[in-house]
Protein backbone atom coordinates (compact mmCIF):
# COMPACT_ATOMS: atom_id res chain seq x y z
CA UNK A 1 0.00 0.00 0.00
CA UNK A 2 1.18 3.23 -0.88
CA UNK A 3 1.92 5.79 1.51
CA UNK A 4 -0.59 8.87 1.79
CA UNK A 5 1.07 12.14 1.77
CA UNK A 6 -0.05 14.36 3.92
CA UNK A 7 -0.80 17.77 2.52
CA UNK A 8 -3.14 19.21 4.84
CA UNK A 9 -2.65 23.07 5.39
CA UNK A 10 -0.90 23.25 1.31
CA UNK A 11 -2.24 25.57 -1.40
CA UNK A 12 -2.60 25.15 -4.81
CA UNK A 13 -3.77 27.50 -6.43
CA UNK A 14 -6.65 28.88 -4.35
CA UNK A 15 -7.31 25.96 -2.71
CA UNK A 16 -6.10 25.26 1.00
CA UNK A 17 -6.46 21.64 1.76
CA UNK A 18 -8.04 21.25 5.12
CA UNK A 19 -8.55 17.33 5.67
CA UNK A 20 -8.59 14.29 4.01
CA UNK A 21 -11.56 13.40 2.93
CA UNK A 22 -11.26 9.82 2.15
CA UNK A 23 -9.46 7.20 0.18
CA UNK A 24 -10.23 6.85 -3.70
CA UNK A 25 -9.11 3.25 -5.37
CA UNK A 26 -5.81 4.48 -5.08
CA UNK A 27 -5.67 8.15 -4.15
CA UNK A 28 -6.60 10.30 -1.36
CA UNK A 29 -9.29 12.50 -1.38
CA UNK A 30 -9.23 15.98 0.03
CA UNK A 31 -11.31 18.31 1.85
CA UNK A 32 -10.10 21.95 0.57
CA UNK A 33 -11.28 25.40 1.02
CA UNK A 34 -11.53 28.12 -1.83
CA UNK A 35 -10.17 31.52 -1.71
CA UNK A 36 -13.53 32.69 -2.39
CA UNK A 37 -15.04 30.63 0.60
CA UNK A 38 -16.51 27.63 -1.08
CA UNK A 39 -15.40 24.34 -0.08
CA UNK A 40 -14.52 21.75 -2.77
CA UNK A 41 -13.33 18.11 -2.23
CA UNK A 42 -11.09 16.51 -4.95
CA UNK A 43 -8.22 13.81 -5.42
CA UNK A 44 -4.63 14.60 -4.65
CA UNK A 45 -3.24 14.34 -7.84
CA UNK A 46 -5.38 16.64 -9.39
CA UNK A 47 -4.18 19.04 -6.67
CA UNK A 48 -0.53 18.27 -7.03
CA UNK A 49 -0.85 18.44 -11.18
CA UNK A 50 -2.23 21.75 -11.46
CA UNK A 51 -5.68 19.90 -12.78
CA UNK A 52 -7.91 21.55 -9.85
CA UNK A 53 -6.70 25.44 -8.54
CA UNK A 54 -10.27 26.22 -7.64
CA UNK A 55 -14.30 25.43 -6.52
CA UNK A 56 -15.04 26.59 -9.91
CA UNK A 57 -14.56 30.22 -9.63
CA UNK A 58 -11.25 30.76 -11.21
CA UNK A 59 -13.25 29.04 -14.13
CA UNK A 60 -16.50 31.36 -13.95
CA UNK A 61 -14.65 34.43 -13.77
CA UNK A 62 -12.30 33.47 -17.23
CA UNK A 63 -16.01 32.71 -18.50
CA UNK A 64 -17.74 35.99 -18.07
CA UNK A 65 -14.67 38.38 -18.31
CA UNK A 66 -14.31 36.39 -22.00
CA UNK A 67 -18.06 36.78 -22.56
CA UNK A 68 -17.05 41.22 -21.10
CA UNK A 69 -15.17 41.25 -23.93
CA UNK A 70 -17.36 39.87 -26.53
CA UNK A 71 -19.43 42.73 -26.12
CA UNK A 72 -17.32 45.24 -25.65
CA UNK A 73 -15.54 44.41 -28.97
CA UNK A 74 -18.79 44.18 -30.53
CA UNK A 75 -19.72 40.76 -31.25
CA UNK A 76 -16.48 40.56 -34.18
CA UNK A 77 -16.61 39.86 -37.54
CA UNK A 78 -19.39 39.55 -40.10
CA UNK A 79 -22.06 41.53 -38.28
CA UNK A 80 -23.83 44.27 -39.45
CA UNK A 81 -22.50 46.65 -37.59
CA UNK A 82 -18.76 45.84 -38.09
CA UNK A 83 -19.40 45.44 -41.99
CA UNK A 84 -20.79 48.96 -41.95
CA UNK A 85 -17.36 50.05 -39.98
CA UNK A 86 -14.78 48.41 -42.68
CA UNK A 87 -16.97 49.79 -45.83
CA UNK A 88 -16.69 52.96 -44.39
CA UNK A 89 -12.94 52.83 -43.77
CA UNK A 90 -12.41 51.11 -47.05
CA UNK A 91 -13.79 53.90 -49.19
CA UNK A 92 -12.07 56.74 -47.06
CA UNK A 93 -8.38 54.78 -46.95
CA UNK A 94 -8.83 52.29 -49.91
CA UNK A 95 -7.48 53.99 -53.30
CA UNK A 96 -8.54 50.87 -54.90
CA UNK A 97 -12.51 50.59 -53.39
CA UNK A 98 -14.94 51.54 -55.70
CA UNK A 99 -16.42 54.13 -53.70
CA UNK A 100 -13.19 55.67 -52.73
CA UNK A 101 -13.24 58.35 -55.62
CA UNK A 102 -16.55 59.75 -53.94
CA UNK A 103 -15.06 59.93 -50.43
CA UNK A 104 -11.02 59.35 -50.05
CA UNK A 105 -10.20 61.15 -53.15
CA UNK A 106 -12.46 63.68 -52.02
CA UNK A 107 -11.16 64.36 -48.85
CA UNK A 108 -13.64 62.29 -46.62
CA UNK A 109 -11.62 60.51 -43.39
CA UNK A 110 -12.51 58.45 -40.89
CA UNK A 111 -11.45 60.21 -37.07
CA UNK A 112 -8.10 58.94 -35.23
CA UNK A 113 -10.66 57.08 -32.21
CA UNK A 114 -13.04 55.22 -35.33
CA UNK A 115 -9.69 53.12 -36.14
CA UNK A 116 -10.70 50.75 -33.43
CA UNK A 117 -13.87 48.80 -34.20
CA UNK A 118 -14.50 48.86 -30.34
CA UNK A 119 -14.74 52.81 -30.53
CA UNK A 120 -16.86 52.91 -33.20
CA UNK A 121 -19.67 50.61 -31.67
CA UNK A 122 -19.43 52.81 -28.32
CA UNK A 123 -20.12 55.53 -29.91
CA UNK A 124 -22.42 54.76 -32.73
CA UNK A 125 -23.97 51.55 -31.25
CA UNK A 126 -25.28 48.08 -33.10
CA UNK A 127 -26.82 49.45 -36.60
CA UNK A 128 -30.33 48.86 -36.77
CA UNK A 129 -31.87 46.58 -39.43
CA UNK A 130 -32.54 48.65 -42.59
CA UNK A 131 -30.15 50.90 -41.97
CA UNK A 132 -26.73 52.20 -43.29
CA UNK A 133 -24.53 55.29 -41.69
CA UNK A 134 -25.07 58.40 -42.57
CA UNK A 135 -22.95 61.64 -42.92
CA UNK A 136 -25.24 64.32 -41.31
CA UNK A 137 -23.26 66.89 -43.63
CA UNK A 138 -22.20 65.15 -46.49
CA UNK A 139 -18.90 66.75 -46.86
CA UNK A 140 -17.76 65.87 -43.62
CA UNK A 141 -15.49 63.32 -42.14
CA UNK A 142 -16.72 59.94 -40.70
CA UNK A 143 -16.63 60.80 -36.37
CA UNK A 144 -19.20 60.87 -33.55
CA UNK A 145 -20.88 64.17 -34.27
CA UNK A 146 -20.99 63.46 -37.66
CA UNK A 147 -22.93 60.42 -38.18
CA UNK A 148 -26.28 58.28 -37.03
CA UNK A 149 -27.69 55.36 -38.48
CA UNK A 150 -30.34 56.08 -40.90
CA UNK A 151 -33.02 54.49 -43.31
CA UNK A 152 -32.79 55.10 -47.21
CA UNK A 153 -35.84 57.69 -46.83
CA UNK A 154 -33.56 59.79 -44.44
CA UNK A 155 -30.24 59.44 -46.74
CA UNK A 156 -31.92 59.87 -49.88
CA UNK A 157 -33.15 63.54 -48.43
CA UNK A 158 -29.73 64.21 -47.30
CA UNK A 159 -27.74 64.03 -50.36
CA UNK A 160 -24.86 66.37 -51.05
CA UNK A 161 -27.04 68.55 -53.84
CA UNK A 162 -29.29 69.52 -50.73
CA UNK A 163 -26.01 71.43 -49.80
CA UNK A 164 -24.72 72.77 -52.96
CA UNK A 165 -25.86 75.95 -52.53
CA UNK A 166 -23.39 76.09 -49.22
CA UNK A 167 -20.64 73.83 -49.92
CA UNK A 168 -18.29 76.35 -49.26
CA UNK A 169 -19.22 76.45 -46.06
CA UNK A 170 -17.75 72.54 -45.54
CA UNK A 171 -15.20 72.90 -47.40
ZN1 LIG B 1 -13.73 29.55 -5.31
Redesign the pocket.
Known sequence: MTKLIDIIGQKFG?LTVTGRAGYGHKQATWHCV?????E?TTNGQNLRKGLTT?????QKERASEEAAKTVRHGHGYGTPTYKSWQALRQRCENQKDKDYENYGAKGVKVCERWQDFSAFLEDMGERPEGTTIDRINPFGNYEPDNCRWADYFVQNNNKREHWKGEANVFA
Open positions: RCECGNKSCGCY
